[in-house]
């Protein structure tokens, strides 16, 4: 029955990281969050164009969905797929792992948006304070540490998604950790590649400036 426990826990986290926060929230406020600033649905842009009240929640309950599909993983393969209620530790980590890169997928590419989505730094962090508390809070001061030194949000999601598979390695998580940490680390990384042009052109947005060089604003989310 693990083929099908899988199946079920991938398919459930990706429709739950899927839902579109920002883009709902951005409506309940009279805002399509599409066609403002960077356009993304993440909790930068909605903070940018709706304040950080907004976008604090739109960053909560992404970050919600990275912990509950983790969370929830192993519920859903013993009681759909009946599996083991007695899951193996191992066993418990690759299906908890399964459902954080379902959920990251669904946030980066939900299919309620053509397939086009956010950047994952939220529900990412949610996932690693599911599966790591201490390498998770690890990876959210060392967000918190660049952006005050450079005021650039992309700069401190890039260092952040860096510090993923880093953190697992200096905590003892297991190689398979460690390996899913990398990839969504570079995963985050290959997400922020607009942000990453605009740096090395010199036209990327620091937190505090009104609107980016270019013609549009730069987002971590």
């Known amino acids: 029955m693990e083929p099908l426990g899988y199946a079920v826990v991938v398919v459930s986290a990706y429709f739950l990281g899927s839902f579109p926060t920002g883009l ?14 960077s356009g993304n649905i993440g909790a930068t842009n909605i903070t940018r164009a709706l304040g950080k009240r907004v976008g ?18 192993p519920l859903m393969a013993t009681q759909v797929a009946g599996m083991s209620l007695d899951l193996e530790p191992a066993l418990r980590e690759r299906l908890q792992l399964t459902g954080a890169v379902g959920a990251i997928l669904g946030h980066n590419y939900t299919c309620w948006l053509n397939f086009k989505g956010g950047k994952g730094i939220a529900t990412t962090a949610g996932t690693l304070m599911a599966l790591m508390p ?3 809070l690890i990876c959210i001061a060392t967000w918190i540490v660049f952006l005050a030194l450079s005021r650039y949000v992309s700069i ?3 260092a952040a998604a860096v510090a993923v598979p880093l953190s697992a390695w200096l ?18 990384i290959y997400k922020h590649k607009d942000n990453i042009c605009r740096l090395l052109a010199g036209t990327e947005s620091r937190i505090g400036e009104g609107k980016s060089k270019t013609a549009k604003d730069s987002t971590s989310e």
């Open 24 to 37: 709902l929230v951005g409506k309940a406020c009279g805002v399509d969050i599409r066609k403002v600033g």
């Open 56 to 73: 604090a929640l739109v960053l909560l309950v992404d970050a919600m969905k990275g912990w509950l599909a983790c969370y929830i993983a």
């Open 134 to 136: 201490v390498g998770g």
């Open 156 to 158: 401190a999601s890039i």
């Open 171 to 188: 905590t003892g998580r297991s190689s398979l950790m460690i390996g899913v940490g990398l990839t969504v680390g570079a995963l985050a």
